[in-house]
């Protein structure tokens, strides 16, 4: 089908854009299942369109075809992609991709860009996260911040050749970092290095199908990886109680405020590891718990005290089928009841996991 993307060919961002809907889900669909070892192919749900659905990108300078410095990513023929055209990022996201590209040319930054990260408010805000080479850049970006018009903020830091994160231990030059998205019709309100989701319009369901695949209603559920409390929030309003980890500070405070006045819900700092060998400790008992995964596995440590913390039944979101599979290998009397594909990215070769495992 027509990929319509000017840049489709020698972006390396969307390698399925030009695949028909059917083709690109049985591709999700038997990565996850070779991965699983499963026999039977997973079902696949898509709730978007693949153009327009980015709310945040994360970028890298270089020139183009015609010689221009852009933001984007290395295309496939040596040049750098210009994502401010990218169809699928919002119209938001593209303005501001080109707000940040005007920066960097006002500061002249072209050869000190490691990465910079791109995100969009829903009250039309935009923070723009620069991560720099040297001081010097630092200093002539701070000069040009005062050009900027309100709502745009901006965070900097100097890095380590090749560093890749632009949010983490940065300060802030201009205006308030902090951003806003919705679910539901509830705003989330998330600083840096908090989480915010690439596709805010497919959070919507996939926190729903987790819950209901959890079965907490009168539960008490442990969450691992909460991020800044979205779907801790859902949860709480069903369940009887909710403990909520992430490794994040930042993401536990921002989980406070968009928790304030839920009574039932215990937020912790702490690697996942440590935290469940502490609350095994404490005699802490739970019936359910959530797995937000990363692409590593969780590993033994993490996981094989949950059993003796009373879970039966959790849910495990894998952004990789490999560090799922994994994960199942190390966690004892682990049983896969259910298994679908859950595609946040369209046109893209990521896709989420769904897996609900009952133990004992």
Same mark, same amino acid.
């Given at each position: ?5 000017v ?7 969307c ?16 990565v996850a ?8 192919? @997973?079902?696949?749900t898509?709730? =978007?369109?693949?153009? /327009?659905?980015?709310?945040? !990108?994360? &970028?890298? %300078?270089?020139? $183009?075809?015609?010689?221009?410095f852009?933001?984007g990513l ?40 490691e990465?910079?990260a791109?995100t ?11 991560c720099?080479?040297t ?5 002539? @970006?701070r000069s040009?911040?005062? =050009?900027?018009?309100? /709502?745009?903020s901006v965070? !900097?830091? &100097?890095? %380590?050749?090749? $560093?890749r994160?632009a ?11 902090s ?8 705003p ?7 989480w ?6 497919t ?20 969450e ?14 069903v ?6 980890i ?8 921002? !989980?406070?405020?968009n ?6 819900v ?12 502490k609350?095994?400790?404490r005699?802490?008992r ?6 937000h995964g ?6 033994p ?9 009373g879970v ?17 290998e ?9 298994a ?9 070769s ?11």
């Amino acid at each position: 089908m027509d990929p319509a993307c000017v840049q489709f060919g020698q972006c390396p961002g969307c390698p399925l854009r030009h695949a028909s809907p059917e083709f690109e889900e049985t591709h999700h669909a038997r990565v996850a299942t070779q991965a699983l070892r499963l026999e039977t192919l @997973l079902q696949v749900t898509s709730p =978007t369109s693949r153009d /327009g659905f980015r709310s945040r !990108a994360v &970028v890298r %300078a270089g020139p $183009s075809g015609d010689g221009h410095f852009v933001l984007g990513l290395g295309g496939l023929d040596g040049d750098m992609v210009d994502l401010s055209v990218c169809p699928a990022q919002t119209p938001d996201s593209r303005a501001a991709l080109s707000t940040a590209t005007a920066l960097m040319l006002a500061a002249r930054l072209e050869a000190d860009i490691e990465t910079v990260a791109v995100t969009t408010s829903i009250d039309g805000r935009l923070r723009l996260s620069f991560c720099l080479r040297t001081e010097d850049g630092l200093l002539r @970006l701070r000069s040009a911040v005062a =050009t900027l018009p309100p /709502g745009v903020s901006v965070t !900097a830091k &100097v890095s %380590a050749p090749r $560093s890749r994160d632009a949010e983490y231990d940065a300060q802030v030059l201009a205006g308030d970092p902090s951003v806003l998205f919705e679910v539901d019709g509830k705003p989330f309100i998330s600083h840096p290095p908090s989480w915010v989701p690439q596709s805010p319009k497919t959070v919507s369901q996939l926190r729903a199908d987790v819950v209901a695949a959890l079965d907490a209603r009168g539960s008490t559920v442990l969450e691992i990886g909460c991020g800044v409390g979205t779907t801790t929030r859902a949860l709480a309003e069903v369940a009887v109680s909710v403990t909520a980890i992430d490794r994040e500070r930042q993401a536990i405070a921002d !989980a406070r405020l968009n928790l304030a006045g839920f009574g039932n819900v215990d937020l912790r700092v702490g690697l996942a590891a440590h935290a469940v060998r502490k609350l095994l400790s404490r005699g802490a008992r739970f019936d359910r718990a959530l797995l937000h995964g990363m692409r590593l596995p969780f590993g033994p440590e993490a996981l094989r005290f949950l059993p003796a913390l009373g879970v039966k039944r959790l849910v495990y979101l894998a952004p990789s089928a490999k560090a799922l599979d994994a994960d199942l290998e190390a966690l004892p009397g682990a049983r896969l009841t259910s298994a679908d594909v859950f595609v946040q990215m369209p046109g893209t070769s990521h896709a989420l996991v769904r897996a609900v495992v009952e133990l004992g």
